[in-house]
């Protein structure tokens, strides 16, 4: 089974509108994190946003927000307010294992994503 | 505050060839990973090192990769022998003792021909 799915290949979002990157996981380590990347054209992957499997509250970083739904194994990425800065493709990704230990760390596929002015 | 660097940014070379590559990780940082991500593609694990302890290898490493972090500081990935499927994007990214996020550099794009 594949542990990180992304299932939207594209995705439109007029500017200055919001959209919802969709990602499920899939791990039965009761310790985890999830992250989100952004990859412009450019090729460097930049972070976004980490939510811990044991936070309580969804995370946020400025426009950002992780949509974090435990018991339905989904970390959606919220973009508020979106740019035209913002086209670019958006990675998924998981990390098992305690937190301050080993990295090793799974992507998605991703999802491009594309603001129209 | 300098991120990572990655040497050289691109990369073009003929099949048989052998190639390597740099990775300078954020300072301080003392874990130091590799990934490859080929077209339409996430990043994969390929290696990982803490300090200059090379602690996991990704079975995608064959026996003509090799990686080095010779002082716990930059990090060197050799291609042996390059083939067509080697073509890729290598990324390097470093992480702190302690944390959970890994920074990533801006990628050596490898093609072979």
């Known amino acids: 089974a594949q542990k990180i799915t992304q299932t939207q290949p ?5 500017e200055k509108e919001a ?46 927000s992780l949509n974090f739904q435990k018991a339905r194994k989904s970390a959606n990425l919220v973009i508020s307010a979106s ?11 998981m990390r098992e294992g305690g937190s301050g230990g080993y990295q090793k760390v799974t992507f998605g596929i991703g999802t491009k994503l594309q603001v129209i002015p | 505050d300098t991120g990572v660097s990655q ?15 740099r990775c300078d990780p ?8 590799w990934y490859r991500q080929t ?14 302890a090379q602690l996991e290898k990704s079975r995608l490493l ?4 090799s990686a080095e972090r010779p002082k716990g500081s930059f990090s060197t990935l ?6 067509q499927g080697d073509s890729a994007m290598y990324l390097c990214a470093s992480s702190d003792r302690g944390e959970d996020t890994q920074y990533f550099g801006p990628g050596t794009r490898l093609t072979v021909l």
């Open chain 1, 83 to 93: 740019q035209l800065g913002d086209s670019a493709m958006y990675f998924c990704a």
């Open chain 2, 78 to 83: 050799e291609i042996q022998r390059t083939e």
């Open chain 2, 39 to 52: 077209l339409g593609q996430g990043p994969e694990f390929l290696t990982y090192f803490q300090n200059e």
């Open chain 1, 19 to 64: 959209v919802t990157l969709d990602c499920t996981y899939d791990t039965s380590d009761p310790s985890y994190g999830l992250f989100w990347y952004k990859q412009p054209s450019s090729g460097e992957m930049i972070f976004l946003i980490y939510q811990g499997s044991y936070d309580q509250q969804n995370a946020t970083e400025g426009r950002y």
């Open chain 2, 62 to 65: 064959s026996d003509r990769f």
């Open chain 1, 10 to 14: 594209g995705m439109f979002v007029q």
């Open chain 2, 26 to 33: 954020i300072s301080e940082h003392n874990r130091l990973y």
């Open chain 2, 7 to 21: 040497d050289p940014r691109h990369k073009i070379t003929k099949r048989g060839q052998n190639v390597t590559f």
